[in-house]
T-cell receptor, first 115, second 110 residues
Framework: EAGVAQSPRYKIIEKRQSVAFWCNPI?????LYWYQQILGQGPKLLIQ????????DSQLPKDRFSAERLKGVDSTLKIQPAKLEDSAVYLC?????????????FGPGTRLTVT | DAKTTQPPSMDCAEGRAANLPCNHS???????VYWYRQIHSQGPQYIIH???NNETNEMASLIITEDRKSSTLILPHATLRDTAVYYC???????????FGTGTRLQVFP
């Protein structure tokens, strides 16, 4: 089966610019996650969707980050305006709605560099 | 914050067993131990999980101490492809909330 797809793989922007990342989860996976991974640290959950509804966005910096999941499939994460500290890898993951929630399938990530 | 403690790095010779320890002294009775790994430039990948009994699958074995305060992930015959960061995570049954620490960077050498 096809894995979680993310694009772009790399992005370099200047601070105060905006950027958007795209994620296409595994077919049939209703739960979608966005993680932020700063260099040297483990991934940190930003937001979790169940179909097209938000389950958990407690760690999302809502003044600059937004995410949506239209039609319960693809998702977009946006940062506007970006700060230097947003430099990180942004990982998308998905899991089945029923059964094995702990087994999340991760995409390759988007490496964002803010200069 | 992560509820586990892992050594920052370990080395292992190719073909030998890699034993990765994890301390989770504050684990509660209904919490499981989950292991993920992250190969360079890839997202994390689920390996195995357990409650109190030893577990084995095609990727690894998980040994949990009787008091459940620590566990060891065993890769029986490490290969160069096993070079990765290994994360030990404690969470409730079938949790969807994975709290990653900094993990153990395992380097397998020829």
């Amino acid at each position: 089966e096809a894995g979680v797809a993310q694009s772009p793989r790399y992005k370099i922007i200047e601070k105060r610019q905006s950027v958007a990342f795209w994620c296409n989860p595994i077919s049939g996976h209703a739960t979608l996650y966005w993680y932020q991974q700063i260099l040297g640290q483990g991934p940190k959950l930003l937001i979790q969707f169940q179909n097209n509804g938000v389950v958990d966005d407690s760690q999302l910096p809502k003044d600059r980050f937004s995410a949506e999941r239209l039609k319960g499939v693809d998702s977009t994460l946006k940062i506007q305006p970006a700060k230097l500290e947003d430099s990180a890898v942004y990982l998308c993951a998905s899991s089945l709605t029923r059964g094995v929630y702990y087994e999340q399938y991760f995409g390759p990530g988007t490496r964002l560099t803010v200069t | 914050d992560a509820k586990t403690t892992q050594p920052p790095s370990m080395d292992c010779a190719e073909g030998r067993a890699a034993n990765l320890p994890c301390n989770h002294s504050t684990i509660s009775g209904n919490e499981y131990v989950y292991w993920y790994r992250q190969i360079h430039s890839q997202g994390p990948q689920y390996i195995i999980h357990g409650l109190k009994n030893n577990e084995t699958n095609e990727m690894a074995s998980l040994i949990i101490t009787e008091d459940r305060k620590s566990s060891t992930l065993i890769l029986p015959h490490a290969t160069l492809r096993d070079t990765a960061v290994y994360y030990c995570i404690v969470g409730s049954y079938n949790t969807d909330k994975l709290i990653f620490g900094t993990g153990t960077r395992l380097q397998v050498f020829p």
